[in-house]
């Protein structure tokens, strides 16, 4: 199994198809962005008293283009796509060129990597390659491979009180010293309350979950799981234990990908979804051997 940054460097040559054209030896004015045909000339327009207006203008198509700074051109005639912006000379060149601008560029460069980002989830929740941010202590067994490991915090569920008892009811005097109490006592009231038990690293391999922590460690069997549900938190129920395994870990995975000489960070983040998409995945695939325990009445997974 390759790792992921192997997984992702074979990936680069399909999604970053486009590249922007060598627009090295070429200035300003040899070529029209509008009609990429002709060269633009130069013009000086007076406007009042010593400021002047620099117009450069295509003699082909009539477009024209307006310094408004240094290095710096708006298109103040011609075509529709451009009309009305403002872009250095690089950018007019390369849009001349059948490229892009910067903006243009920096925005299909950001849906590339989104779309490279969804193609990393789909192929990470098929168990295809392995996302290893926390060392893990865990020792495999023959066959098996970790394919996840990051920090993760247990959780458990605690009963916290919300108020005391209290009596409701009226007393009559009966003789000196004594009185008949009528009413009741109200018991008082607790509410459930997800509290961080632990913080530790949470393992998963072809055949195992590990959690291992500070204050405890868990081993569970893939076979063994019965259900699982991703929202706030992660929640695996399994048959070792009538109380289930409640997690959090959704860790950012950033990696850092070279587009022909230029660096980009792609950022993913592994949901509890994502994770419980692969662990659904590894248990609908288990080999013989470690097949799954049959637990009737019972749903095997659960969506939030």
């Known amino acids: 199994m390759e790792s992921s940054e192997k997984w992702l460097a074979g990936q680069l040559p399909e999604v970053f198809d486009l590249k922007q054209p060598d627009i090295s030896g070429l200035k300003w004015?040899?070529?029209?962005?509008?009609?990429?045909?002709?060269?633009?000339?130069?013009?000086?327009?007076?406007?009042?008293?010593?400021?002047?207006?620099?117009?450069?203008?295509?003699?082909k198509c009539g477009s024209e283009f307006q310094k408004v700074g240094t290095d710096m051109f708006k298109q103040t005639k011609g075509g529709q796509k451009y009309f009305g912006q403002t872009m250095r000379s690089s950018d007019w060149i390369r849009v001349a060129k059948g490229g892009y601008s910067t903006k243009e560029w920096?925005?299909?460069?950001?849906?590339?990597?989104?779309y490279l980002g969804h193609r990393f989830c789909d192929a990470f929740c098929?168990?295809?390659?392995?996302?290893?941010?926390?060392?893990?202590?865990v020792v495999t067994k023959k066959g098996e491979v970790i394919l996840f490991s990051a920090g993760?915090?247990?959780?458990?569920?605690?009963?916290?009180?919300?108020g005391g008892g209290t009596y409701s009811g009226f007393s009559v005097r009966i003789t000196k010293g004594v009185r008949w109490h009528v009413g009741g006592f109200n018991p008082p009231s607790y509410s459930e309350q997800a509290v961080i038990a632990d913080n530790g690293v949470l393992t998963i391999t072809n055949k195992r979950i590990i959690y291992g922590g500070t204050k405890k460690t868990t081993t569970i069997d893939l076979g063994k799981v019965v259900g699982i549900q991703s929202g706030n938190v992660l929640y695996i129920a399994h048959s070792k234990s009538q109380k289930p395994l409640l997690?959090?870990?959704?860790?950012t995975v950033t990696y850092r990908v070279n587009v022909r000489g230029e660096e980009f960070n792609l950022e993913t983040r592994l949901t509890h979804e994502?994770?419980?998409?692969?662990?659904s995945f590894l248990i609908d695939n288990l080999e013989e051997g470690g097949k799954r325990e049959s637990h009737e009445g019972k749903d095997e997974v659960w969506e939030s």
């Open 274 to 279: 994502l994770i419980a998409e692969l662990l």
């Open 247 to 251: 997690m959090i870990s959704e860790p």
């Open 152 to 162: 993760a915090a247990l959780v458990a569920i605690k009963k916290v009180r919300q």
């Open 126 to 137: 098929v168990g295809e390659i392995p996302v290893l941010l926390t060392a893990s202590n």
């Open 106 to 114: 920096q925005k299909i460069i950001q849906n590339k990597l989104d």
């Open 29 to 59: 004015g040899d070529i029209c962005p509008v009609c990429k045909q002709s060269l633009l000339k130069i013009g000086v327009v007076k406007k009042m008293l010593l400021l002047k207006k620099e117009i450069w203008s295509c003699p």
